[in-house]
């Protein structure tokens, strides 16, 4: 089961972050990944991060969101700066469970999917 936190409305510039935090599962590795849709629109790739905290970003976000993990708790951080609006969206955290040796921002390939959080950024 994933849970994320963190959401909500920011003016353009701002700062957010998400957390998302894995229970549930007898894995003890997996990749991890954020995602974002916007209602009519497709699901876009955000970050992913895998085993050994290699990361991977979309460019639409490359320099201003960071995601992290922090073992111990099994929550994974999504960081995000510079806010703009067309970041405006429904976030999903998602898992692959497995060993996980590349960063993956293929939706597909993820089996588990959080609820979502709203991020909302205005102008």
């Known amino acids: 089961q994933l849970a994320e936190s963190g959401g909500g409305s920011v003016q353009a510039g701002g700062s957010l972050r998400l957390s998302c935090h894995v229970s549930?599962?007898?894995?003890?590795?997996?990749?991890m990944g954020w995602f974002r849709q916007v209602p009519g629109k497709g699901r876009e790739e955000v970050a992913a991060?895998?085993?050994?905290?290699?990361?991977r970003y979309a460019d639409s976000v490359k320099g201003r969101f960071t995601i992290s993990k922090d073992n111990a708790k099994k929550t994974h951080y999504l960081q995000m700066d510079s806010l703009r609006p067309e970041d405006t969206a429904v976030y999903y955290c998602?898992?692959?469970?497995?060993?996980?040796?590349?960063?993956?921002?293929?939706?597909?390939?993820?089996?588990?999917w959080g609820q979502g959080t709203q991020v909302t950024v205005s102008s």
């Open positions: 991060i895998d085993d050994d905290g290699t990361v």
């Open positions: 549930g599962y007898t894995y003890s590795s997996y990749c």
């Open positions: 998602a898992a692959k469970p497995g060993i996980c040796w590349i960063p993956s921002l293929v939706g597909s390939e993820y089996g588990y």
